[in-house]
T-cell receptor, first 116, second 113 residues
């Protein structure tokens, strides 16, 4: 079974530029998550999708971050414009379904973003 | 507010010694509880999970964790540390009300030869 795929693995941009990350979850997983992991901290949930609907985006900085999940499969997270404090690893995860909170999440390798 | 607290940002043990990583959660209703491991430049990997069945949960790589409701704890243990266990470990809780998962800040485990 293929795992969660993410691209790119690394990205370096200047502040005020835009950037996009892509995620392909495990086949059949209804729930998809985007996390921000700042160095030395645990992952922080940015947005959670159930199929192609948003379940939780309370911690997403909506003035600069956006995310979509077309057709309930792949997802894209965008930052525009980027700030220095956005430097972090962006993790994508998927799970069988939000209604099965005990199933655990499967994580991709992450995208390391550096904003200079 | 719901939270997950991991005591000790760094833990160092000798190879072959007991590993104990501490995790406490805040809630009057036990959530689903998880331990994840993260190796350098990789995503998180699920080690084990508690879903209100047995209080002692066994996971991969010889790790286990015990859920103690009275102490609101879910500490991770391994009887004998191996060099390959050196990594960052995260405790997480999924609160059933909103299915939101909250992660602790992580504990980095060092294993000395």
């Amino acid at each position: 079974e293929a795992g969660v795929a993410q691209s790119p693995r690394y990205k370096i941009i200047e502040k005020r530029q835009s950037v996009a990350f892509w995620c392909n979850p495990i086949s059949g997983h209804a729930t998809l998550y985007w996390y921000q992991q700042i160095l030395g901290q645990g992952p922080k949930l940015l947005i959670q999708f159930q199929n192609n609907g948003v379940v939780d985006d309370s911690q997403l900085p909506k003035d600069r971050f956006s995310a979509e999940r077309l057709k309930g499969v792949d997802s894209t997270l965008k930052i525009q414009p980027a700030k220095l404090e956005d430097s972090a690893v962006y993790l994508c995860a998927s799970s069988v379904g939000a209604g099965q909170g005990g199933s655990g999440q499967y994580f991709g390798p992450g995208t390391r973003l550096t904003v200079t | 507010a719901q939270s997950v607290t991991q005591l000790g940002s760094h833990v160092s043990v000798s190879e072959g010694a007991l590993v104990l990583l501490r995790c406490n959660y805040s809630s009057s209703v036990p959530p689903y509880l998880f331990w994840y491991v993260q190796y350098p430049n990789q995503g998180l990997q699920l080690l084990l999970k508690y879903t209100s069945a047995a209080t002692l949960v066994k996971g991969i790589n010889g790790f286990e964790a015990e859920f103690k409701k009275s102490e609101t704890s879910f500490h991770l243990t391994k009887p004998s540390a191996h060099m390959s266990d050196a990594a960052e470990y995260f405790c997480a809780a999924t609160y059933t009300g909103g299915f939101k998962t909250i992660f602790g800040a992580g504990t980095r485990l060092f294993v000395k030869a």
